[in-house]
T-cell receptor, first 116, second 111 residues
Framework: DTGVSQDPRHKITKRGQNVTFRCDPI?????LYWYRQTLGQGPEFLTY????????KSRLLSDRFSAERPKGSFSTLEIQRTEQGDSAMYLC??????????????FGPGTRLTVT | AQTVTQSQPEMSVQEAETVTLSCTYD???????LFWYKQPPSRQMILVIR??????QNATENRFSVNFQKAAKSFSLKISDSQLGDTAMYFC????????FGEGTQLTVNP
């Protein structure tokens, strides 16, 4: 069990550029979640996948945001035309549904995005 | 909709003493779960303790225990024998249909 990993850990970009983040969940986990966390606040839910299907999206996930999990393993989160308000920590978490522990989510280290 | 409220933005405690962090929540789900997560500075979120709402017995994990008052929708975390490594931001969270976090309590353990 290597845990949830995220890449990159830090990203600095200029306003208007596109960025893509990657998340690799714990290998046997079938659910994958994306959250956004701003300084001094708790994480806010963005979206989640069960296997390759995106089952729910928050209203926080504007049209500039898109997430994929093409083969039910790793996931990518892309932000197009970044804005300064997108600066935040983007957290990924995973969980295993079906063994009575689906509510336990394990978090990755996050990707800190700074938009200048 | 779910809400989680942590009314203590900051707390401090002396090493080896006991501290209690407060949390209240609201959910329309009948079956839900409650968690405390720890986030050390510049490090990832770690699950500290979990409580199934249908269980009356309070959860305990080593030095960490909860006081779950379902009728009052209260879920506090007690840390006994505080250690310097307990210094972190602590988040209370509720899982009903999705995981909802409170705003966090910054705990500092002083030597």
């Amino acid at each position: 069990d290597t845990g949830v990993s995220q890449d990159p850990r830090h990203k600095i970009t200029k306003r208007g550029q596109n960025v893509t983040f990657r998340c690799d969940p714990i290998s046997e986990h079938n659910r994958l979640y994306w959250y956004r966390q701003t300084l001094g606040q708790g994480p806010e839910f963005l979206t989640y996948f069960q296997n390759e299907a995106q089952l729910e999206k928050s209203r926080l996930l504007s049209d500039r945001f898109s997430a994929e999990r093409p083969k039910g393993s790793f996931s990518t989160l892309e932000i197009q035309r970044t804005e300064q308000g997108d600066s935040a920590m983007y957290l990924c978490a995973s969980s295993l549904v079906g063994r009575g522990r689906s509510y336990e989510q394990y978090f990755g280290p996050g990707t800190r995005l700074t938009v200048t | 909709a779910q809400t989680v409220t942590q009314s203590q933005p900051e707390m401090s405690v002396q090493e080896a003493e006991t501290v209690t962090l407060s949390c209240t929540y609201d959910t329309s789900e009948n079956n839900y779960y409650l968690f405390w997560y720890k986030q050390p500075p510049s490090r990832q979120m770690i699950l500290v303790i979990r409580q199934e709402a249908y269980k009356q017995q309070n959860a305990t994990e080593n030095r960490f225990s909860v006081n779950f008052q379902k009728a009052a929708k209260s879920f506090s975390l007690k840390i006994s024998d505080s250690q310097l490594g307990d210094t972190a931001m602590y988040f209370c969270a509720c899982w009903g249909s999705r995981l909802t976090f409170g705003e966090g309590t910054q705990l500092t353990v002083n030597p």
